[in-house]
């Protein structure tokens, strides 16, 4: 696979490096201690001013959230050329970068390792579910156990949607499969990228809903 496709830096397509030492040091990493402590939006010390809105505080289904990190730079051509050109390669480099950024107290807090699921037709078109295949790098790094407990029925693109758009589009479209594993469990889950927490969210409350105890989310890149 060297020899035919031989691994390039995301961010310079330097040969020989999938992300060489410079475009690491330019990748825009949120620090935690400086982000939302709900949703993990840098520049949010205390919560965010969109999980706070003026009537008071968004009510989400997950506890907290933490992303590696901005969805710019490096970052975004990360997960963007992980997902469109389909190096899985990539998938380990992400799921090194989310175990960096998961508080280690969450590894032992966490039951299960639960990923968003691309659409079918995605999964078609890429040979594989790209988040399952980080969710088993990371179970190799962390210990926790991947549970493909969520599943998508269909769906359309979600990124150019706004976030009411999403979360109707989303209602009724993710289902647990798998409840009887799900309930009384803390699960982490695990998504690329969030942009509006619509789809974090929608996924939380159907895990919730199937008796899970506690949600907390980690993505390797934030829209903010
Ligand atoms: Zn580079
Ligand atoms: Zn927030």
């Not at 990923?115 to 579910?129: E, H, L, S, T």
């Not at 803390?186 to 509006?196: E, F, K, M, N, Y």
């Not at 974090?200 to 105890?213: D, F, N, Q, T, Y």
């Amino acid at each position: 696979m060297e020899l035919a496709w031989p691994r390039r830096c995301v961010g310079c397509e330097r040969l020989g490096v999938l992300l060489c030492e410079r475009c690491e040091a330019a990748a825009p990493v949120i620090a935690t201690e400086r982000a939302c402590p709900r949703c993990g939006a840098p520049y949010g010390v205390l919560i965010c001013t969109e999980c706070y809105a003026t009537d008071g505080p968004l009510p989400l289904s997950f506890s907290a959230a933490v992303s590696a990190y901005q969805f710019s730079g490096v970052a975004a051509r990360l997960v963007t050329i992980y997902k469109d050109q389909h190096e899985r390669r990539l998938a380990a480099l992400c799921a090194e970068r989310l175990a960096r950024a998961i508080p280690r107290q969450w590894l032992g807090w966490a039951d299960l390792l639960a990923y968003i699921p691309a659409d079918r037709a995605k999964i078609r078109a890429r040979g594989f579910d790209h988040m399952r295949l980080v969710a088993e790098h990371l179970t190799t790094l962390t210990g926790l156990e991947v549970c493909a407990c969520l599943q998508k029925k269909g769906g359309e693109d979600q990124r150019a949607l706004n976030r009411e758009q999403r979360l109707r589009n989303l209602a009724g479209m993710l289902e647990c499969v798998c409840p009887e594993r799900v309930s009384g469990r803390r699960i982490l889950l695990i998504d690329d990228v969030i942009t509006t927490t619509a789809t974090v969210e929608a996924a939380s409350a159907v895990l919730i809903g199937a008796g899970a105890r506690e949600v907390r989310v980690a993505s390797v890149c934030r829209v903010y």
